[in-house]
């Protein structure tokens, strides 16, 4: 009898066993599938799909589910601009026994964070982030540890790029070229090819052209050697290479080249961009200006359109977030207090089904539009941080007599710019920078200090602009510059 006994148990724990390996291939049969879904660049059904293997992960308490659908719904929300539902995710693969125990899960959450950093120009954060992915990376083995070195180091080159860091800029890129030493060339073609793009650019932003051209020639190699298909960013860095050494012509070729490769993969985000650079490189240059028409109208309507693209797809995001929420509560009710709630339910059915679904309706709506406030109040209040790390750097560019100072200030005050060249289409960049010191309401010596010029030099050459724009001599030649951006309204 007790044999039997004990045989009905086994049995039974055996079965279980059984059922609950089953339940776990399962979820990571659909996590597989928003892995593919990920590597096509289809962000929207790697979420969708990422959200189900979660669902069926906390029915079944299965932990390295929910850690992997997790990390998976993270990395597709960061992809398509949802940052703060993205590191929401993040932060609960960090709450799983699964990422405790496993390095690589543990450093991919510091890559997709340090991406989500860098996109929303957190770059600090986004370079602790990084960093603390490299110390993570130090504990994995063979081609995985590699990798991640290669796409950690590339991360980082992103991150120094948009700082204008050149030193540290051009430190990982040799970095990413010393690990892919290790790897067959053709395996790691696209990697090479990605290298060679950013230290021929460097070196165009350097001023070496020799260099420049001799890497961005590697990259013309590898693409023709290997066949690989997305090679506009070589052409685009060659074209700059020429603009640089003075060939608008040669330069202008090879943007055209560029965006016909754009084209050939279907990447209208750098169509785009594109269209929105040669318009103000004809315009810049004084070249055709039909030419510069046509393509301002061009990144006008491809602009209009990918708005109101990514408009749909942060509301389809967001559907699926409340859809996910609304399926996580359920999960969390017992199965007695959903059969006895079913049970009731079905008494009142033809006489709440209206109300009910009038109800629900409005609280997605309300669901909807708070989810929505609280992602702008995020970006509202990150714009405004970035917008005040931009106006220090500009103020410390100013203090060092930085080259840079002239490019920053025409990004944060376009509109001073243009007022001022509408009243001298041939002013000099000379005159531009020092009305915008003026304009930041630097005083004659604090200009004649960061200038290295005499005091004396500053008032003269505020007199030769009073005399060029008018300036009465009573006016304030601090005020009068500030003043310009409300007349230009």
């Not at 304030?476 to 230009?488: E, H, I, K, Q, S």
């Amino acid at each position: 009898m007790k044999k039997r006994v004990l045989f009905l148990i086994l049995l039974v724990f055996t079965l279980k066993a059984i059922a609950g390996d089953g339940r776990k291939q399962e979820v990571d049969s659909i996590l597989s599938k928003a892995k593919e879904f990920e590597t096509k660049g289809e962000f929207l059904l790697q979420l969708e799909t990422a959200l189900n293997a979660l669902t069926l992960s906390n029915v079944h308490n299965y932990d390295e589910g929910k850690a992997r659908a997790h990390f998976s719904g993270a990395n597709a929300l960061v992809n398509v601009g949802v940052f703060k539902e993205g590191l929401k995710h993040l932060e609960r693969v960090e709450h799983t026994k699964y990422y405790k125990e496993k390095i690589l899960m543990q450093s991919e959450v510091h890559r997709v964070r340090g991406r989500a950093y860098t996109k929303l120009r957190l770059y600090q954060q986004a370079i602790r982030e990084f960093r603390l992915q490299l110390t993570c990376i130090k504990g994995l083995e063979g081609d995985a540890q590699k990798i991640s070195y290669v796409y950690t180091y590339g991360n980082l080159t992103t991150v120094f790029d948009q700082t204008e860091q050149l030193d540290s800029m051009q430190k990982y890129i040799e970095l990413q070229l010393t690990v892919l030493r290790d790897f067959d060339e053709e395996s790691a073609a696209a990697m090479y090819l990605g290298a060679y793009n950013d230290l021929g650019q460097l070196y165009v932003r350097k001023g070496n052209f020799v260099k420049a051209e001799d890497y961005l020639d590697k990259s013309l190699a590898l693409v023709e050697k290997y066949k690989i298909p997305e090679f506009y960013n070589t052409l685009t860095y060659l074209g700059n290479l020429q603009d640089r050494k003075g060939n608008r012509e040669k330069a202008l070729a090879f943007y055209q080249e560029s965006l016909a490769n754009m084209r050939e993969v279907g990447n209208r985000n750098a169509i785009k961009n594109t269209y929105r650079y040669l318009a103000d490189y004809y315009v810049d240059n004084k070249l055709d200006k039909s030419k510069a028409d046509e393509y301002e109208l061009a990144f006008s309507r491809l602009n209009d359109s990918l708005e109101k693209e990514n408009r749909q797809v942060v509301d389809m995001v967001l559907n699926q977030i409340l859809k996910s929420k609304d399926q996580e509560s359920a999960t969390k009710v017992s199965k007695s207090i959903r059969i006895s709630i079913i049970a009731l339910a079905l008494l009142f059915v033809v006489i709440t089904f209206f109300v009910w679904r009038s109800r629900r309706h409005r609280r997605i709506l309300d669901q909807k539009d708070e989810t929505l406030q609280e992602t702008e109040t995020i970006n509202r209040e990150l714009t405004e941080q970035i917008g005040e790390n931009k106006f220090n750097n500009l103020i410390e560019l100013a203090k060092s007599n930085n080259p840079e100072f002239l490019t920053l200030f025409k990004e944060l005050y376009p509109q001073f710019i243009q007022a001022l060249k509408s009243r001298d289409p041939n002013i000099r960049s000379t005159e531009l920078e020092f009305c915008a010191m003026a304009f930041l309401n630097f005083s004659t010596k604090n200009i004649a200090e960061y200038t290295f010029v005499t005091v004396r030099a500053v008032q003269v050459r505020k007199n030769r602009i009073r005399k060029k724009f008018e300036i009465p001599s009573d006016a304030d030649f601090n005020n009068w510059m500030r003043g310009l951006v409300d007349t230009a309204k």
